[in-house]
């Protein structure tokens, strides 16, 4: 069971799309899960065949459980898959087999289906973790990480230490939480209590543990928003970009430059994201709220933000995120200026370590040049981190979002 | 279209954002981003629904004068007018 976010303990596994002896591919998305915030499809990032069901549909298992079993292929993976076959692989085997992606040992050789954490498969540990590991004579390469991008965090490592649940890739090590049954019906009410509930624990735990700092920044969005104008005269109804997809591209441009905004605090220290992927808060119509990742912004054009941010948005109210989605984002945007309030002071989504906010684009009294001029004005604000960054950083971060927005045409 | 097509085809595209709305209950004169929660992404998933149904492309600049039902409907009567004359 693949951590979902940073908010979640255990998951119900609704639907497998897959069944023993199918084939699968990096991506493919093998089963559908139900989190307390919403169902989302889990996807698989290894290659093979699919070797065993170990979690009946219906049930729910903590975070960590291995769902099923995937026997690799012998031929044709990737240099990537292969060294997480070799990493997992170092799990006793029963015997020392000599091939054992094609020998066919019982449950020793297949690999645990590693759920969607990342697409970057070397073994991610904190330092905190690594320490603990060779305090504690754990072998990493046999403990399933659960913080971002599945990295191995020192709670794993206790977790693994300890003899009851000493060996997670065995079928003793998924408990089911509750009865195979029926995937349970979940009421829009129920869903609106644990939604409420989960995102109660998550901020509760960033404002007890996270030293927030706030900044704020008003930024002249006239030559941005006259530039998205103009656009999108020549744009079809269809591929129209709205202001929210400026500020987006803005602030995964200028993150490129302060990377100690993009990323995780985990066991007592920074570890840099691999790639931006924005968290895109969403509001649920039904109340709540989710912020998955638009994976790489930075590298994207505006027209694929703009197409992104609508997928995630239609996804997120049906009730169709992706795991990687939602286990990826770096550093979290929330636009709250939509509903109309002048400014935002975020809640960072932890482990994250920065959330930069928007207020609505008003026009106001702006002086230039000893001029008194009427522009559009939004003030963008950046709450951040201290134990991974300070003030001036915060402060550079913002002027670099404001710099982005002065060249749109460079977005 | 007459009229009422048209404000079928408005409030089909509402519902469509906002599925928890009664097209009943929508009053015509009131605010239809306020009064039905929407934002600038629901808003636009309207104009190109309203689009996609009657061929109508409506500029960016004119989206304030679809702010309220009656609004929108009145609106897209006009526009129709204009293009079946031109």
Redesign the interface.
Known sequence: MPSLGADMESGTLLKWYVKPGDAVKRGDIVALVDTSKAEIEVEIFEEGVIDELLIPEGARVPVGTVLATVRPNAAGTSPAVSATVKDEAAAPPPTPAPEPAVAPAPTGAAQPLRAAISEDHRLRVSPLARRAAEQLGVDLSEVSGSGPNGAITKADVERASSPAVAAPITRAAAPALAAPAAAPAVTPTARQAAMREAIGALMARSKREIPHYYLELQIDMSGALEWLHQANLARAVNDRLLPSVLLLSAVARAVVEMPEMNGFWIDGAFQPGAGVHLGVAISLRAGGLIAPALHDADQKSLGEIMAGVRDLVARARAGRLRSSEMSDPTITVTNLGERGVDLVHGVIYPPQVALVGFGAVRERPWAVDGMLGVRPVVTATLAADHRASDGHAGSRFLTLIERELKKPEEL | MNEQQLRGVVTGALTEV???TDPGAIDPDRDLTEQL?I???DF??V??AI?EQTGI?????DYPKLSTLNNAVAYLAAAQKQGAGA
């Open positions: 906002a599925p928890e929660d934002d600038s992404m636009l998933n104009i190109v689009n492309e409506i500029p960016e600049r």
